[in-house]
């Protein structure tokens, strides 16, 4: 059996980096290890080769066996870029499924690549759905989702979409969060991590911020009212700001890097290590990201989502994740509450116990087994 799993963007390689340990792991039951492959190919969407690299070895994850290096560019340009290099490792290659993660232009653009060529296609957090088609990511899931030949799911949110959308039952497996696996797993390194003193901040002390949806910061009175609540909020507590490549050159744009205050430290982004270091840290996280919304209900942290919709709604319903749309006002307000000691009661969701990488596995295992 020969998989070919793709990473796209950072968030893509913390959920590869799981399975790519949990098949290395399954190789040792296997009479001929050959017989099982896994191969990862990086489509260079995210194309901080800084960045790339310092999250492959924060993961222990090995150097790609394919890069494609697609880079920058409209939707269209970059789905299309990454099809017409796909192809040629699919022809070349001939594996018996393409494995994706996630939301990005790589998820989808390698899906329908390996669909046209009949390749079984395997999507990885199946089933999110934010109802926004003004999200592409929002597109990329829906149309991943069905043409792909297993679907393995999150949350509960999940099934309930697909079976909506008319999945059939037997392609849909729930097997968790692999996103959490990869907090489990690494959470011991954050002890070694540096972070914290290189910022000057304590532990338990300070708001992480993470922002890069057009909605918050491509509108200039948006971005400037988020700023301008920062720095509020910071006046209680250090701001710790990782700014998105996007998020920094509006900032600039918009005239708004020189009025940032010394309370808000803006820095580039941040290896996974360290960032993890952050979030378990953090009093507070702002964000309107994804995958932080998960990573905070895991760890029991409080997290508002500068967002008016999410694809996880298990981290409102059952975590500490607090959806609050792009109110500005109920945003700073919530905030000061939580800095007052107002916090989201919250619990671990379903299978979000470290061991879902196992779980898909050992389902392509059972699979192999029974086409025998």
């Not at 290096?69 to 990454?82: D, Y």
């Amino acid at each position: 059996m020969k998989i070919i799993s793709v990473v796209g963007a950072r968030p893509n390689f913390m959920k590869v980096a799981p399975i790519h340990r949990a098949i290395e792991k399954a190789k040792q039951n296997w009479a001929d290890t050959n017989k099982l492959q896994h191969l990862i190919c990086h489509t260079g969407q995210h194309y901080d080769e800084k960045m790339s690299k310092i999250f492959f070895d924060d993961l222990e994850l090995p150097q790609p066996d394919f890069y494609l290096g697609v880079g920058s560019g409209t939707h269209a340009e970059q789905t299309g870029k990454i099809m017409m290099e796909f192809e040629k490792i699919l022809f070349k290659e001939k594996p018996d499924y393409v494995l994706v993660v996630g939301d990005v232009n790589s998820t989808i653009a390698c899906t329908l690549t390996a669909a046209k060529l009949h390749i079984k296609t395997i999507h990885v957090e199946a089933g999110l759905r934010s109802n926004d088609r003004k999200m592409p990511e929002e597109i990329n899931r829906v149309l991943t989702d069905s043409i792909s030949d297993l679907l393995f799911v999150t949350e509960k949110s999940g099934l309930e979409n697909l079976k909506q959308e008319g999945a059939a039952d037997s392609k849909v497996y729930f097997v968790g969060n692999v996103m959490i696996d990869s907090v489990a797993y690494y959470l011991n390194k954050t002890d070694t991590s540096e972070i914290l003193s290189d910022l000057n901040v304590e532990a338990g002390k300070f708001i992480l911020v993470t922002l890069h949806r057009p909605s918050n910061v491509d509108e200039p009175e948006q971005l400037k009212q988020i700023m301008e609540m920062l720095a509020r909020l910071s006046k209680r507590r250090k701001v710790v700001f990782p700014v998105h490549p996007r998020t920094l050159k509006n900032l600039d744009k918009f005239g708004l890097s020189s009025s940032v205050p010394d309370s808000i430290i803006l820095t580039e982004p941040i290896g996974y290590i360290d960032f993890l270091t952050l979030t378990k840290n953090a009093e507070l996280i702002l964000t309107d990201s994804g995958g932080i919304q998960e990573e905070s209900t895991y760890l029991g942290v409080q997290c508002i989502t500068l967002r008016d919709t999410t694809e996880r709604p298990v981290t409102v319903e059952v975590g500490t994740n607090q959806l609050l749309g792009n109110n500005l006002e109920l945003a700073e307000k919530t905030a000061n509450e939580v800095l007052d000691g107002k916090k989201k009661q919250g619990k671990i969701p379903e299978l979000w116990d470290g061991h879902t990488a196992e779980r898909i596995v050992n389902v392509l295992l059972q699979l192999e087994k029974e086409t025998k």
